[in-house]
């Protein structure tokens, strides 16, 4: 089993929608961070959220951090087809020494 | 700056066969660290360095081995490649191991490898 479960595995929507994807988790995480990744690329940073219960926002998306730091969430409004892509979480559990773990990623598809 | 440079992009191995897996940044970041990236589990922590001649175990350590002799260079060797370890290998870097910071953690392109 993952440490960090992300949901929906798969999701295509239309473009102009609005979606919300999940990274879940029993344990703590110290600091939690979301990446995209195109195929053929290494992820890309988006955001790192620290304070639990933190909003961030970049342009059309909305990151949250659970109040206990165990979950977090990203939703994005009137997607694009440009943010079509495998989007991950990952975050330092603290009861692991810190050490990074992504979970498996939501493989977003935004049809025009 | 070229950022995190990864060589080669693709290799294919027989079983048993070994190699290394190049990995560099011109930065001037602390903390490098290599991932493995397989179908449906995510990106797994193989090894790190918090700097030169430093390097740790992370999540799937065995069957590499790593060594860091200068700040910018990081490489990944297979001592004896086995199927499992097909996969594709990212290398990253940060200023330090503080994902507390606003600091990024730049990554790679990847290194397709397939194990026959």
């Known amino acids: 089993t993952q440490l960090l479960e992300q949901s929906p595995q798969f999701l295509s929507i239309q473009e102009g929608e609005n979606l919300t994807v999940y990274c879940n988790s029993s344990?703590?995480?110290?600091?939690l961070q979301w990446y995209r990744q195109e195929p053929g690329e290494g992820p890309v940073l988006l955001v790192t959220v620290v304070t639990g219960g933190e909003v961030k926002k970049l342009k059309r998306l909305t990151f949250q951090f659970g109040d206990a730091r165990k979950d977090s969430s990203l939703h994005i409004t009137a997607a694009q087809p440009g943010d079509t892509g495998l989007y991950l979480c990952a975050g330092e559990a603290v009861y692991n020494n810190n050490d990074m773990r992504f979970g498996a990623g939501t493989r977003l598809t935004v049809k025009p | 700056n070229a950022g995190v440079t990864q060589t080669p992009k693709f290799q294919v191995l027989k079983t048993g066969q070994s190699m290394t897996l190049q990995c560099a940044q011109d930065m001037n970041h602390e903390y490098m660290s290599w991932y493995r990236q397989d179908p449906g589990m995510g990106l797994r922590l193989i090894h790190y360095s918090v700097g030169a001649g430093i390097t740790d175990q992370g999540e799937v350590p065995n069957g590499y081995n790593v060594s860091r002799s200068t700040t910018e260079d990081f490489p990944l060797r297979l001592l004896s490649a086995a199927p499992s370890q097909t996969s594709v290998y990212f290398c990253a870097s940060s200023r330090d191991r503080d994902y507390t910071s606003t600091d990024t953690q730049y990554f790679g392109p990847g290194t397709r490898l397939t194990v026959l």
């Open positions: 344990s703590v995480f110290s600091s």
